[in-house]
């Protein structure tokens, strides 16, 4: 054979080793995904049973505490890329390992003090937006045990992104599935009085959610003290030690993520809202397309977490043809996958829309006709979100997180938002105008985060990492 053939062979071996090693990093943290997004739906099931004002007060309340989650998830994200470089920069690395687990657990600490002491005043919080003072005085009732459920949460997810980083993600799927059961148990137990229980409603709710996020954090704690593979890194060996370096390392990359995270989650919080000023036919719609979205969303963002996992080992390994397979892979698992599912809301979309509504119901068909509508504009910004998701996965894991921060903010706020307002309103397009605008923010987004792994790569600057970041 000659040397041609046999460097083609070799570079088509390595991309195989590596969708095959994406793959396998990525189907556990998926199903984690998802099993966070069923955690959740039982939680608005249970509650919906207790009568329309509680499931208002109870999704008044988690949307307030969603807002901390997502900024804390964003901050502890930043264990990720940092523990894969260092194990790049040197495969068997334990004390740095050590050093950025135990600093991601002490930024939620840092993180969940604050919100705490400002969700004590979920009262007044939703006094001032103006909400009913009924379900004020619900959702605070929830809130008051619902809270204390942060800090425990933001712990598992530290962890989580250590196990994933030294991968072994099949450790968070088990912490997860065992929080569902708990949490179904006795939220069900809780909120119903059942088994000998007291009915506590929606204060039940808020327990059995703190029992959940606690165990999650508890099994993941157990493995890290107790698995042979874990066990080396020592986790909680000298916790009350600091290291501020570390600590400020963290959150210099865990802040940007966090505040793009924000302007993300945040838009799409201001088109319910948008969706409420049309109509309840546009709300309905709007909340049925966008579930389903978000459901096939967690695929591309598991295949985002997962690559950036590759793509960080790679660079602290300064390997510049590992980086380069480790990001196009995951990209193109992630369009491939988002590809499949625009095509079924395009082709069959009340297929999809049948889980939430009967369609034979005459009752229903305007809000069927326009969730069809609202499918066909999310077929389109499915292929776009899944770029950006996994894309900015790939400039995390060379922990290039500012100028994607930058790009979401023009994105989504700079572009999308106003875009959606105008075309909805003034322009008269309604609840399509707002999805197109969507669409559009995440088309830019995809863009420019794209553009710039491109622009990195043709000038050579994706590896290796710079030594004074791996000290």
């Given amino acids: 054979m000659s040397d041609l053939a046999l460097a083609t062979a070799f570079r088509r071996r390595a991309w195989l080793d590596e969708v095959r090693a994406t793959l396998a990093l990525s189907w556990p943290i998926i199903l984690t995904n998802l099993l966070q997004i069923a955690l959740t739906t039982t939680d608005v099931l249970m509650m919906g049973r207790l009568g329309p004002e ?51 657990l002490w930024a939620a600490i840092a993180i969940a003090v604050p919100v705490w002491v400002i969700l004590w005043f979920a ?23 619902l809270q204390w459920s942060y800090l425990p949460f933001v712990g598992y997810i530290t962890l989580r992104n250590f196990v994933a980083a030294v991968e072994k993600p099949i450790w968070g799927l088990w912490a997860g599935l065992i929080g569902f ?36 954090f508890g099994v993941l704690a157990a493995v890290a003290i ?6 080396r890194y020592y986790i909680f060996g000298r916790f009350w030690r600091p290291d501020w370096p570390r600590f400020r390392q963290l959150w210099a990359l865990g802040l940007p993520i966090a505040t793009t995270l924000v302007f993300e989650v945040s838009i799409f919080n201001a088109a319910v809202i948008l969706m409420g000023l049309i109509g309840k036919t546009a709300l309905a719609a709007h909340s049925i397309a966008i579930q389903i979205a978000s459901v096939a969303f967690m695929v591309p963002l598991g295949f985002g977490q997962a690559v950036t996992v590759r793509v960080g080992r790679a660079y602290g390994a ?52 326009l969730a069809v509508t609202l499918l066909a504009v999310a077929a389109i910004f499915q292929l776009v979100d899944g770029a950006q998701a996994v894309a900015s996965g790939m400039l995390r894991g060379l922990h290039d997180t500012r100028v994607p921060m930058l790009f979401a903010g023009l994105g989504y706020w700079g572009i999308g938002f106003p875009l959606g307002a105008v075309l909805a309103f003034p322009l008269g397009f ?27 790569e043709r000038l050579d600057l994706i590896g290796p990492a710079p030594a004074r970041e791996i000290r």
């Fill in 430 to 456: 309604g609840a399509a105008g707002i999805w197109t605008g969507l669409a559009t923010g995440l088309a830019v987004v995809a863009v420019l985060m794209t553009g710039r792994w491109v622009l990195r």
């Fill in 318 to 369: 300064g390997d510049r043809d590992g980086i380069r397979r480790a990001g196009w892979t995951a990209y193109a698992l992630g369009v491939g996958f988002m590809a499949l599912t625009a095509s079924l809301m395009l082709f069959a979309p009340h297929l999809l829309i049948a889980a939430f509504l009967d369609p034979a119901r005459p009752a229903n068909l305007p809000v069927v006709e």
């Fill in 123 to 145: 009262g007044p919080i939703y006094h001032l937006l103006g909400q009913e003072p009924d379900v004020s005085a619900h959702a605070a009732r929830y809130m008051a045990t």
């Fill in 181 to 216: 059961v708990v949490n179904a148990f006795f939220a069900w137990c809780l909120i119903f009085g059942e088994l000998g229980f007291p009915r506590l409603e929606l204060y039940g709710a808020g327990i059995a959610t703190t029992f959940s996020s606690t165990t999650m």
């Fill in 226 to 231: 107790f698995d042979r593979r874990f066990r």
């Fill in 54 to 104: 509680a499931l208002a007060a109870g999704v008044l309340g988690a949307t307030l505490l969603f807002f901390f989650v997502i900024f804390g998830i964003g901050v502890v994200s930043a264990v990720a890329p940092m523990v894969a470089r260092e194990r790049g920069v040197k495969s068997y690395a334990v004390r740095e390992v050590r050093r950025t687990v135990r600093q991601g």
